[in-house]
């Protein structure tokens, strides 16, 4: 079965910093979703990647699908407090339609 | 247009009891997903529904779950017999259609405590 692995798992930023989280798929990537989850909410949908070298920006985040290394990662230029949170990212693991998820990487940042 | 609508946010039953978690999918949306997040885990698909049909059904445990999601009224995913190790938060979401083209709508979630 298909295994998204992230990291780094948690990771403490200054505020203004950049910082890059990364996706790695033990299986051929049909798309990758990245979701942002606050503690005790639920899941914020942040962006879908379709294709290889496509590559999104929402704001001061950006993501990034490789393909061929079946990897993504989510970049966040100057960091901001609002940033904190869970990020998860997501692949289709079945026909049917289900995403499975990594155990997402805790972002804090200090201000 | 209301998001998905997961009721109650907080649950607490005594070992042995049942939970009943309801799921009000997005208007227009058919098909809903059932999530279970462990401590210090990540989301694991329990299982797939579309309107009255159980589409899939493989991360579900064999015994004491069960889900559906009637032709009126919210998706209902039950849990008989709690046990400690049910604890845990269980989130819904939601998609207009079979294929996750633009991303699933979660809820908040409900936070099921067994004691």
């Known amino acids: 079965s298909q295994e998204l692995e992230q990291s780094p798992q948690s990771l403490i930023v200054q505020e203004g910093k950049n910082l890059t989280i990364n996706c790695t798929s033990s299986?051929?990537?049909?798309?990758l979703y990245w979701y942002k989850q606050k503690y005790g909410e639920g899941l914020i949908f942040l962006m879908m990647l379709q294709k290889g070298g496509e590559e999104k920006s929402h704001e001061k985040i950006t993501a990034k699908l490789d393909e061929k290394k079946q990897q993504s990662s989510l970049h966040i230029t100057a960091s901001q407090p609002s940033h904190a949170g869970i990020y998860l990212c997501g692949a289709r693991g079945g026909s049917q339609g289900n995403l499975i998820f990594g155990k997402g990487t805790k972002l804090s940042v200090k201000p | 247009n209301a998001g998905v609508m997961q009721n109650p946010r907080h649950l607490v039953r005594r070992r042995g009891q049942e939970a009943r978690l309801r799921c009000s999918p997005m208007?227009?949306?058919?098909?809903v997903y059932w999530y279970r997040q462990l401590p210090e885990e990540g989301l694991k698909f329990m299982v797939y529904?579309?309107?009255?049909?159980?589409?899939?059904e493989s991360g579900m445990p064999k015994e004491r779950f069960s889900a559906e999601f009637p032709k009126e009224g919210p998706s209902i995913l039950r849990i008989q017999q709690v046990v400690r190790g049910d604890s845990a938060a269980y989130f819904c979401?939601?998609?207009?259609?079979?294929?996750?083209?633009?991303?699933?709508?979660f809820g908040s979630g409900t936070r099921l405590t067994v004691v």
């Open positions: 299986k051929t990537l049909y798309g």
């Open positions: 529904l579309q309107k009255e049909n159980i589409i899939d």
């Open positions: 979401a939601s998609s207009p259609q079979s294929q996750v083209t633009y991303g699933y709508t």
């Open positions: 208007k227009g949306h058919s098909h």
